[in-house]
């Protein structure tokens, strides 16, 4: 049993949602069985103060495909999935909440679109069920991201997704990345597509997420816009910003000294000196900056050897020669 290959894993973060994980089970439990593959269930209980832990033990003792990584606290979203993704088997890692607003039924769809070639599928809640203001939010926030980051989709944001194993392998989601996991992986090189999913309205339990959790997510979209752009090249964006304020800081030091040595005019009534002094102190500093942020990434990547790249295959090349993610 230990060495069966898995096809499928699924992975469920849940914190807080004792009324809703044992119907979910059944749920997937029946849709499963129904696809004749092999698949293990592994549910993320992010520090529930609920009953969420106990059901879970006793419904993993009569069902060993069910797993369940317990955390000590509440870490967030995204460290539940990265957990999960560190510990899934399967070829293809299915990821949806807990709180039964994604339908099980759906997953034979996912697994049909992503064999169409993609390394990630992620579906679109197309007629939300949550509240306006939610909505509202949710769907200026999907375009901005669609906007900046260059992925074309419609609902980043929601967790019902299908991913081939090399891509969770890959992906580290620090903070609340969770968010971005499409535009994450896209980055990379992986081909993603939406499908249309149904979405239901949460029956039991509190959602965790209010608005201030979106407006933190414009935060996040800043981040993810710097790292695709300049995690390899950071001086070009610091170095860009310093170079113009020092070149306008030349200038107002060139008018400065023309007006005091040449035309003789008194400078104690303007700002030039001062403007001057600030346009040049500060553009030194963000080139500065950039060579310290140059100086980070080396740090980054180097000892812990990262590469600023994500290879597809690789030929003739020994599995060991470097440290290979998916193996
Ligand atoms: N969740 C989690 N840790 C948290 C917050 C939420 O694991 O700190 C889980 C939650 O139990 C659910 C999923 O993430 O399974 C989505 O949360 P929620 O339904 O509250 O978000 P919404 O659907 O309202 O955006
Ligand atoms: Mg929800």
Redesign the pocket.
């Known amino acids: 049993m230990e060495n069966q290959k898995i096809e499928i894993s699924i992975v ?4 807080n ?1 004792e009324e809703n994980i044992k119907e979910l089970f059944l749920k997937l439990e029946r849709v499963l069985n129904g696809l004749n593959k092999t698949y293990e269930i592994i549910f993320i209980d ?1 520090g529930s103060t609920d009953k969420t832990f106990d059901i879970l033990k006793d419904l993993s003792k009569e069902d060993e495909k069910l797993k369940v990584i317990q955390f000590r606290r ?1 870490f ?2 995204s460290v ?1 999935l990265t957990a999960g993704f560190e510990h899934v088997k399967g070829d293809f890692t299915i990821t949806m ?3 039964l ?1 994604d339908d099980p039924e759906e997953i034979p769809n996912f697994l049909e679109k992503i064999k169409e070639g993609y390394d990630l599928i992620v579906g679109w809640k197309y007629e939300r069920k ?1 509240p306006i203001g939610k909505k509202i939010f949710s769907k200026i926030f999907n375009k901005l991201t669609a906007w900046l980051t260059g992925v074309k989709i419609h609902d980043s944001n929601c ?1 019902f997704k299908v991913f081939r194993k090399e891509v969770v392998k890959n992906i580290k989601l620090h903070g609340e990345l969770h968010r971005y996991i499409p535009a994450l992986s896209y980055w990379q090189g992986y081909k993603v597509a939406e499908i249309k999913v149904k979405h239901y309205p ?1 029956k039991h339990g509190k ?3 209010g608005l201030m959790r979106l407006l933190k997510g414009f935060l996040d979209l800043i981040t993810v816009k710097f790292l695709m752009t300049y995690l390899t090249r950071p001086i070009h964006f610091f170095g860009q910003a310093g170079l113009i304020l020092l070149f306008f800081g030349f200038l107002s030091g060139g008018a400065t000294l023309i007006f005091k040595f040449i035309l003789r005019i008194s400078l104690a009534n303007t700002q030039l000196p001062l403007i001057t002094v600030f346009l040049i102190i500060v553009g030194v500093q963000f080139i500065l900056m950039g060579i310290l942020a140059e100086i980070l990434i080396r740090i980054y990547y180097e000892p812990r050897g990262k590469s600023p790249y994500s290879i597809k295959e690789k030929i003739n090349f020994q599995p060991s020669e470097k440290n290979d993610p998916t193996s």
Do not use: F, H, L, T
């Open positions: 469920i973060p849940v914190y949602e992010d509440n967030g979203k539940a909440d807990g709180d607003q949550d967790c949460r959602s965790k997420y």
